[in-house]
């Protein structure tokens, strides 16, 4: 099998969006509930990178170069963290967003702020409360990979990626429900950890109060230079 990242989906300027990705692999993986990705390597754009399957897991390469690798996981159950603020609350936090002032991958399909809303989310997480934040979403389209996109860069805002600029590492989903294409959404996001360069994070999606989807991530520091476009 082969699998590509169309250059949208792009996180930083030449790789792909590790939620997009995530869910893309999980997808192909096909797994029942919750899932769990370890990215390994950059996936790169545009390009066709191969599908090898490893007992229950789904492994994601280009050529010998591992970028990620897919299976199944055990359900999230601990507390879902924050209780959501409404849409409206949601909009408002976004004119708090960091990333208006200073962001480390500005063409991001999930949060980017170069971005035209047409064809990317555009989300802007903004602090709510200490350690959280919170996203107002209005879904044009909707498909798993996106769903685990709209998880994903949340998580990064609420530990700081604007001013230490962080990757994701693993991220652990599950989608009970997938939001209607123009319902008023939220997605929450709240710091649970961090020691050294690695930091971890919650986010969940909701619909009014109904949780729809939520994820576990870690995130990893990355040198500042080497997110810089040459």
């Given at each position: 099998m082969e699998f590509v990242v169309p250059a949208r989906f792009c996180g930083p300027?030449?790789?792909g969006n590790g939620g997009w990705v995530s869910g893309r692999l999980v997808a192909y993986a096909d797994v029942d509930g919750a899932a769990s990705v370890r990215l390994s390597s950059p996936p790169p754009l545009d390009k066709v990178l191969q599908l090898e399957r490893d007992g229950d897991s789904t492994v994601l390469?280009?050529?010998a170069v591992r970028i990620a690798q897919a299976g199944p996981a055990e359900?999230?159950?601990?507390d879902p963290g924050p209780a959501p603020v409404s849409y409206t609350e949601a909009l408002a936090a976004g004119?708090?967003?960091p990333g208006l002032t200073e962001h480390p991958f500005p063409t991001c399909f999930s949060c980017g702020t170069e971005r035209d809303p047409d064809d990317a989310l555009c989300l802007r997480p903004g602090p709510v409360a200490e350690h959280t934040f919170a996203a107002a979403w209005l879904p044009r389209e909707?498909?798993?990979?996106?769903?685990?996109?709209?998880?994903?860069?949340?998580?990064?805002?609420?530990?700081?990626?604007?001013g230490r600029p962080m990757v994701l590492g693993t991220m652990t989903a599950q989608i009970s429900e997938l939001p209607a294409v123009g319902a008023e959404c939220v997605v929450m996001s709240w710091r649970t950890g961090g020691e050294g360069r690695k930091h971890t994070a919650g986010t969940a999606l909701y619909s009014g109060r109904r949780l729809l989807a939520q994820a576990r991530s870690v995130w990893l520091e990355v040198d500042p230079e080497k997110v810089r476009p040459a």
């Open positions: 300027p030449e790789s390469l280009d050529q359900p999230i159950t601990d004119e708090r967003y909707v498909t798993g990979e996106i769903v685990w996109s709209a998880l994903d860069c949340p998580g990064g805002w609420a530990l700081g990626v604007g």
